[in-house]
């Protein structure tokens, strides 16, 4: 069970625009922790799309989009394309007794059909 | 160019101790504000959060494993070495090393994957 909760999956059509959510709780997103995303393709390592909430590292394109507020998040994707369809994952720290630790959500599976 | 390359055993046995090591380059240990961590991922699941060191020696466990965890650094070599006891068919996984900047991890290794299998 991950500490953040994602859809497991999202589908849409070429050119259309999807959303992908991520929640969190009050000793995460909630106490401001910042939300960053990640994409994977099968059997490659993630690659950083979107780091705190809503900036894009050079080299990703402005289809790719987030934003958060209190303890949810979400990833915009625009004009979908064939090559997006990928494991999406989202990420933050947590509050604990001994310091913040990191936390990752469940993954969303996103198919373009 | 930041690189980071995940090595360690392929296959352990049920009980035993696992030690994997990241050998990095492009970037020090020792500047203020650089982190390594650790991530896994069982074949087919989610990244799961294991660990973390930063530059100043200071270290995050994940609560759920931090007894059986250690993470150490060598920075003479551009090394973190996580080591996890008591290995466990479930424990096998993908095992990341990933830079971490502003609480993100823009730069991953491969992956090294490892089997907990008698």
């Known amino acids: 069970q991950s500490v953040l909760t994602q859809p497991p999956s999202v589908s849409g059509a070429p050119g259309q625009t999807i959303i992908i959510s991520c929640t969190g709780t009050?000793?995460?997103?909630?106490?401001?922790?910042?939300v960053h995303w990640y994409r994977q393709f099968p059997g490659t390592a993630p690659k950083l799309l979107i780091y705190?909430?809503?900036n894009r590292p050079s080299g990703v394109p402005a289809r790719f989009s987030g934003s958060k507020s209190g303890t949810s998040a979400s990833l915009a994707i625009t004009g979908l394309q064939v090559e997006d369809e990928a494991d999406y994952y989202c990420?933050?720290?947590?509050?604990?007794?001994?310091?913040?630790?990191?936390?990752f959500g469940g993954g969303t599976k996103l198919t373009v059909v | 160019q930041i690189t980071l390359k995940e090595s360690g055993p392929t296959l352990v046995t049920p009980t035993q101790t696992l030690t994997l090591t990241c050998t990095f380059s492009?970037?020090?240990?020792?500047?203020?504000?650089?982190?390594v961590g650790w991530i896994r991922q069982p074949p087919g699941q989610a990244l799961e959060w294991l660990a973390l060191?930063?530059?100043?020696?200071?270290?995050r466990y994940s609560p759920s494993l931090k007894n059986r965890l250690t993470i150490t650094k060598d920075t003479s070599k551009s090394q973190v070495v996580l080591t996890m006891t008591s290995m466990d068919p479930k424990d096998t996984a993908t095992y990341f090393c990933?830079?971490?900047?502003?609480?993100?991890?823009?730069?991953w290794g491969q992956g090294t994957l490892v089997t907990v299998s008698s």
């Open positions: 060191i930063y530059w100043d020696g200071d270290r």
């Open positions: 990420q933050s720290y947590d509050a604990g007794l001994s310091g913040s630790t990191g936390v």
């Open positions: 009050s000793s995460n997103l909630g106490t401001g922790y910042d």
């Open positions: 492009g970037f020090s240990l020792t500047t203020s504000g650089v982190a």
């Open positions: 705190r909430n809503k």
């Open positions: 990933a830079r971490e900047s502003d609480d993100s991890y823009p730069d």
